[in-house]
């Protein structure tokens, strides 16, 4: 899938400046299981310099700063950035200093950091690949990268079953695109694994994690159209069986619920 990368950041940025807010207190974003497993796997130490990249509301850099000396915590959209800083103050952090960065040119030096993080953002990126190089350019010799996004069904494999998976994968894409227009395209495990590799780093941890969504307020946080919230049902509703059996949608009343899964996948430079 190809990408004009100008027009996708900036509409990350218009998409996320205007919902910062409710970044603040998502539940999905602000108390995931995901961040205690990360600061459990990384294992952070008291003098190391962490960068979190596409920060959002701060959440993961809050999770590394009682362990480390420094965490610095990047974000393409200024307002994502006001909301965090507002953040480390309500909680009394000094350690965490906040910058507009890209993740894709990320305005460090070589070898300056001992973590690099990232937490269900990537696929927003127009060029995750791009993104995965330049967190080994700046990562310190040994350096871990740690990250968590939704995953999609894929693989490179060939033949029926897998045309039916990567149809499925692109289908569920198609699903947070409707939702989120800055939604760029989740990777497969496989796709991770092989951009991990590419990169220099040997994954030294990989596990899947599932979360409930319940839909309603899944859609109000993008500010989703009464069309298009209705697409949207009518998409998990419909779904293909290979569709169905990712996000395992339940429909109870009028409450919707369907399950995301991520990966979490920590590398560590070769």
């Not at 937490?119 to 330049?134: L, N, V």
Request: glycine letters at 6%; charged letters at 20%.
């Amino acid at each position: 899938m190809s990408y004009n990368a100008p027009m996708s950041k900036e509409k990350v940025q218009q998409q996320f400046g205007a919902n910062a807010a409710a970044y603040a207190t998502s539940t999905v974003h602000a108390k995931g299981y995901s961040l205690t497993r990360l600061v459990e796997i990384t294992q952070p130490q008291p003098d190391w310099q962490v960068l979190d990249v596409a920060t959002a509301a701060g959440h993961t850099a809050f999770a590394f700063a009682p362990h480390v000396a420094h965490v610095t915590a990047t974000d393409l959209t200024p307002e994502m950035l006001t909301v965090a800083a507002g953040l480390a103050a309500e909680k009394g952090l000094t350690n965490v200093s906040f910058e507009p960065a890209d993740a894709e040119k990320l305005p460090y030096a070589d070898g300056q950091f001992n973590l690099v993080t990232c937490r269900i953002a990537p696929h927003h990126f127009p060029d995750i690949q791009q993104f995965i190089h330049e967190a080994a350019r700046v990562l310190k010799p040994g350096g871990q990268l740690a990250v968590v996004d939704n995953i999609v069904p894929g693989t490179h494999l060939h033949g029926k079953k897998a045309r039916l998976l990567n149809e499925a994968g692109n289908y569920v894409n198609a699903f947070e695109k409707l939702r989120d227009p800055s939604h760029g395209r989740c990777w497969s495990i496989a796709e991770w694994e092989h951009g991990f590799a590419r990169a220099g780093f040997a994954v030294h941890h990989q596990e899947l994690l599932t979360k409930e969504i319940e839909f309603a307020s899944w859609a109000a946080r993008m500010q989703v159209s009464p069309e298009d919230t209705i697409r949207l049902k009518a998409m998990l509703v419909q779904a293909p069986t290979a569709v169905a059996d990712f996000l395992t949608p339940q429909i109870s009343n009028d409450r919707i619920t369907f399950r995301l899964t991520e990966l979490l996948v920590v590398g560590k430079l070769s």
